[in-house]
């Protein structure tokens, strides 16, 4: 069963609008759940996570991802999207036999 | 710190042919994973150790894929006999534990022909 699912294949907004990823998450108890990022031709790049706490998280280069357990989401946002941050998202979730399970990605380009 | 170093970069191999990968983790680090990323897909979980025992090899296809992890710090991993649709890129990461977050490796892109 996939225990994470991002929705959209590909993103595009225009630099300086607010960019939003979506993944949703089925897993029981308590998720572990990971953003990470990945440029062409390179490994996978950490940038935010949740374990517990406020459901609002803070990562690099000025990204942000909001946890809501109702909803089971948990996606990941920037206010002002950079030409720089076009690349491959990642959402992750480590679920309760500790497996680090990935979605599909979502492709994000950012126009000038 | 040191980050996850893989060798090599890349590789081309014939089918039917034999392939090993290497993986050094970030020190300290006491579990270890070998993913396979096919182009346009998410990393797929092929093992996962915690120090040098495995946690999970559901999908290591055991007929062709071997991993090992000695004494709890490098790891390679093995391909024998290859198939065309093993050309993926293989990556390795690693965790302080295995509750905290994954920092990977650059990835060896096999390419079978």
């Known amino acids: 069963a996939q225990s994470v699912a991002q929705p959209e294949d590909q993103v595009n907004v225009a630099e300086g609008n607010p960019l939003t990823v979506k993944c949703t998450y089925s897993v029981s108890g308590n998720p572990y759940l990971f953003w990470y990022v990945q440029y062409p031709n390179r490994g996978l790049q950490f940038l935010l996570k949740y374990i517990t706490g406020d459901n609002l998280v803070k990562g690099s280069y000025g990204f942000e991802a909001e946890f809501n357990k109702s909803q089971t989401s948990f996606h990941l946002k920037k206010p002002s999207a950079l030409v720089s941050d076009s690349a491959l998202y990642f959402c992750?979730?480590?679920?309760?036999?500790?497996?680090?399970?990935f979605g599909a990605g979502t492709t994000v380009t950012v126009r000038a | 710190e040191a980050g996850v170093a893989q060798s090599p970069r890349y590789k081309i191999i014939e089918k039917r042919q034999s392939v090993a990968f290497w993986c050094n983790p970030i020190s300290g680090h006491a579990t270890l994973y070998w993913y396979q990323q096919i182009l346009g897909q998410g990393p797929k979980l092929l093992i996962q150790?915690?120090?040098?025992?495995?946690?999970?090899d559901s999908q290591l296809p055991k007929d062709r894929f071997s991993a090992e992890r000695l004494k709890g710090v490098d790891s390679t991993l093995k391909i024998q006999p290859a198939k065309l649709e093993d050309s993926a890129v293989y990556l390795c990461?690693?965790?302080?534990?295995?509750?905290?977050?994954?920092?990977f490796g650059q990835g060896t892109r096999l390419t079978v022909v």
């Open positions: 990461a690693s965790s302080r534990t295995e509750n905290t977050e994954a920092f």
């Open positions: 992750a979730v480590r679920r309760g036999d500790y497996k680090l399970s």
């Open positions: 150790f915690q120090n040098n025992g495995v946690v999970d």
